[in-house]
């Protein structure tokens, strides 16, 4: 029996074994991260692309993260639990920010949350840390701000955003943040906030350097469109495995040999003939 990862057991991994985290937003997707030994279950806030259709992660709030928390946690798993903090759900006040970081707690079942920002998010990580919550911070490409970065756009790409991105990180790691996610950043960027942060760094599309890395489950077992991030390594194609594996049911539905003998309830001779006895007499 493996022990459980917790927030604490996290930290202490910078410099040590690389960290694995992916994210999950159901009970089966849970079940299927923890068997593969996964450290880190993030529910993403990206179940709003993924999972709802939505264009951007400004489309999903509290209720729905919360329904992805709960089936996830239901599957008890030995990783990490980690909630994302959608958007407006800690931009509003400080107070507001924990009571919606405590409803992934309390309602939800989430060990620790994640939300994204760097120093201009101190008072609100501080206040969460503050209330027992352990903090995933999350600097670079954050998609949340999609919006005020004109675009999905990789950061820290001239010097001045680089540094700013490195006090960032920093001044989240010396807050308390368990550990940092590092977001579409130039390699050599996540490699600097790396040697440079204390709190453990987690790459998605940062580079090789980071002490663990974390992709999108749809993307990393090829349940997605097809189209991926250059940062994306799909490890499978389960969708066209599915497709493919739909379409013989709909063939053997056509022709018939769905369901066969095997697959169907049978009554004993007796009561079928019973059956058949009373009809005919009618
Ligand atoms: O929502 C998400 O999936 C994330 C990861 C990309 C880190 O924030």
């Not at 999903?60 to 990490?80: C, F, N, Q, S, W």
């Amino acid at each position: 029996m493996r022990e459980k990862v917790t927030a604490p057991s996290i930290r202490a991994r910078k410099g040590g074994p690389k960290i694995a985290m992916v994210t999950a937003y159901d009970y089966p997707g849970a079940v299927i991260a923890d068997r593969a030994g996964i450290d880190i279950i993030l529910i993403g806030d990206s179940a709003a692309n993924v999972v709802h259709g939505m264009a951007t992660t400004l489309e999903i709030g509290m209720e729905e993260i919360l329904t992805h928390v709960r089936a996830v946690k239901r599957a008890d798993p030995r990783a990490l639990v980690v909630a994302d903090m959608p958007w407006l759900s800690f931009h509003i006040s400080v107070e507001d920010a924990v009571v919606n970081a405590g409803r992934l707690v309390r309602e939800g079942g989430a060990e620790a949350v994640k939300l994204e920002g760097g120093r201009k998010r101190l008072a609100v990580i501080n206040a969460i840390l503050d209330a027992e919550i352990p903090v995933m911070g999350h600097v670079g490409l954050t998609p949340q701000s999609v919006h005020a970065m004109g675009g999905f756009k990789v950061q820290g790409k001239v010097v001045q955003a680089a540094r700013e991105m490195i006090e960032d990180a920093k001044a989240l790691s010396e807050a308390g943040c368990f550990s940092v996610v590092l977001e579409g950043i130039p390699d050599v960027v996540g490699e600097l906030i790396t040697k440079d942060v204390d709190a453990p760094t987690i790459g998605i599309g940062a580079g090789p350097a980071t002490d663990g890395q974390v992709l999108v489950f749809h993307d990393v077992l090829g349940l997605g469109s097809g189209e991926y991030p250059k940062f994306v390594r799909p490890y499978a194609d389960l969708a066209d495995q599915a497709v493919a594996a739909l379409e013989r049911f709909r063939a053997d539905i056509s022709s018939g040999a769905f369901p066969s003998d095997d697959e169907v309830y049978h009554l004993s001779d007796e009561v079928t003939a019973e059956l058949l006895k009373g009809l005919e007499s009618r």
